[in-house]
Each structure stands twice: as C-alpha cells, then as structure tokens.
C-alpha cells in the first residue's frame, strides 16, 4: 500500500488559519476578563461549544463518546487544569508573553518521556532543552527570575501540565476521534467552570473591578460583550483544532509541529494591531529561540518515527 502523499503547502495554510484565529481570539479574554469570571467563562464556554458540537455530530459523523471513558478523562484533567491556568494568565499578560510559556511544552515534553517513560534523548535534544529555556528567560525578563511576581511564571507551569496532558494522549488515549478527546476537554472545563462558581456564590470573596477581578470573581449577569466574546472564543477553539488536527492528516508530523510556532509571531502581530503592545526585542529574541528548540526536538532521532506533536490539541 503506498504512503499517504504529504501536502505541506496545504498543512501549512491549515496552520496559519489555526494560528491567526487562536491569536486573535485569546486576545479578548481581556476583555471577558471585564465582565465575567474565569469560571463563568469556562462554564460558558463549554455551554456554546458543546452545542456547536452537537449541531456538527450529525452531517459530520462525529463520535463523541470515548472508548475507554477512564484515560479520557485523565487525560481531559490535566489538560483542562493547563487551560484554567493559561486562560486566567491571559486577563493579566500580553497574550505573546503566555503563548511563549504554553510553547516551552515540547521541552516539558522531553523531559517526561525521559525520566518517567524512559525513552532516550539526543545530543541535539539536550542543546533544544537549553535552547528554549534559554528563550523563556527572555521573554518572562528578568522578574520572573528574581521571583518579584509569580503571575509571569504561570504560563509556564501551564505549558508543563500541557506537556503532561499531550503525553497523556499519545500514551493512555490511543484509538480515540480527536472529537472525543475535544468532548472531553471542553467537558472538564467546563466542570471546572461550574464548581468554581459554586464555591465563589456559597464564599464570595472581595473582587477588584475590571480584569483584575477574572480570577476571584463568582457567577453574575453576563453582559452581552461577555456572551459574544466567549462564543467567539468558543467558536474559534473549535475551528482552530479542526484546522490543526487537518494539518496532521495531510502532512508528517515531524513537519506540522515546526508549522505549529508560527502561532507566537501571529500572537505578537494580534497584541500590536488590536491594543497597540510591543515585544522588546529581547523578548523576540526569546521567542526565536524557543522557536529554535522546538525545530530541534522536532527533528526525529535516527531509525525513529516521527513523533506527533506535543501542541496539537490545544484549545
């Protein structure tokens, strides 16, 4: 039987859409963040997308419920909990900033599968492991480093339990629709969403006005900009992981996961159109850099299948 023909040019298109929407849509969780809270928006969330869903089931033929519910929903918590993190990081940081930390997941990655699974690392592996941390000092500067905030160290620890999320995927998840194991995201993000305005409406605590209130702030009236932006978002998460998950379909993986950093430059170029933010360029360099390590750790070892990307299932 002959090999599948990769259409690169084609996967890459599928990417830029993925990336272009992805970037903009995170870009107006600043602007949810003035209304609503995480909870609510992640309760919301999961409401608008799991109609979207249910509406695409049918003339689509998706298959919604997983094989092995147990390693799903494993599987859908420690992705979810990266996502709790990631999205309350974006009502606060220029979204650049929190992408760059989600994207130090591929080194996360490594470091997994070599000291809890065992699997081997390359000389050139152990300079991309550097590499991108090299890149996330620069881009987190130099307070992050000197502990003066922990806000700007979330997206990192939102990228290791997204690491640990793809990892889970590849290793507990097998044979299971990539609409599954989106069913099973949104679905725990959306329980996430609800036990935390229920423990915010049962213990109200104080709550700063405007985003700064995103994390602490329990279950109000939705305003009409809060609705529409958390469609957007809902909408546009759906779109996203369509796009990439066509990417990974029509091309090799060891190609698509490179195609995959294009969403960082597509962050900065959102936060500078729409709000005006401009990287340093200390922190572009950064962002080069963990570009850099991920083409690196993309490049599969000798006699080695190209491994599938830690990223594609984001959102």
Not at 65 to 75: E, H, Q, S
Request: with cysteine.
């Amino acid at each position: 039987m002959n090999a599948p023909q990769n259409r690169t040019l084609a996967a890459f298109g599928a990417v830029l859409v993925y990336a272009f929407v992805i970037a903009f849509t995170d870009n107006f969780v600043r602007v949810i963040a003035r209304d609503g809270g995480l909870w609510q928006f992640h309760a919301t969330r999961t409401a608008m997308a799991f109609v979207l869903l249910a509406l695409a089931a049918v003339p689509f033929g998706l298959r919604l419920w997983p094989r092995r519910p147990g390693p799903v929903l494993a599987r859908s918590a420690i992705h979810a909990a990266a996502m709790v993190i990631y999205f309350g990081a974006l009502a606060f940081l220029p979204v650049a900033q929190v992408a760059a930390g989600l994207f130090t997941a591929p080194i996360f990655v490594l470091l997994i599968q070599r000291f809890l699974y065992g699997h081997p690392i390359g000389a050139l592996q152990v300079l991309a492991v550097f590499t991108g941390f090299l890149g996330v000092v620069l881009v987190l500067g130099p307070e992050a480093m000197t502990g003066a905030t922990f806000a700007a160290l979330l997206p990192v620890i939102s990228g290791a339990l997204y690491a640990m999320g793809n990892i889970a995927t590849r290793e507990w998840c097998a044979g299971e629709t990539a609409e599954t194991i989106l069913a099973g995201f949104f679905g725990m993000l959306g329980v996430i969403g609800l036990v935390g305005m229920a423990v915010l409406w049962l213990v109200p605590l104080p709550v700063a006005e405007g985003a700064e209130g995103f994390l602490l702030r329990g279950p109000v009236w939705p305003t009409g900009e809060f609705l529409w932006w958390t469609f957007v978002q809902a909408a546009g998460s759906l779109l996203g992981v369509g796009m990439i998950v066509k990417a990974y379909q029509i091309a090799e993986a060891s190609r698509v996961s490179v195609f995959e950093y294009v969403i960082l430059p597509a962050s900065a170029a959102w936060g500078l159109i729409l709000w005006g933010e401009r990287l340093s360029w200390i922190a572009m360099a950064g962002m080069g850099l963990i570009v850099l390590a991920g083409v690196l750790i993309a490049r599969p070892a000798p006699n080695q299948s190209p491994a599938r990307s830690s990223t594609a299932s984001r959102q």
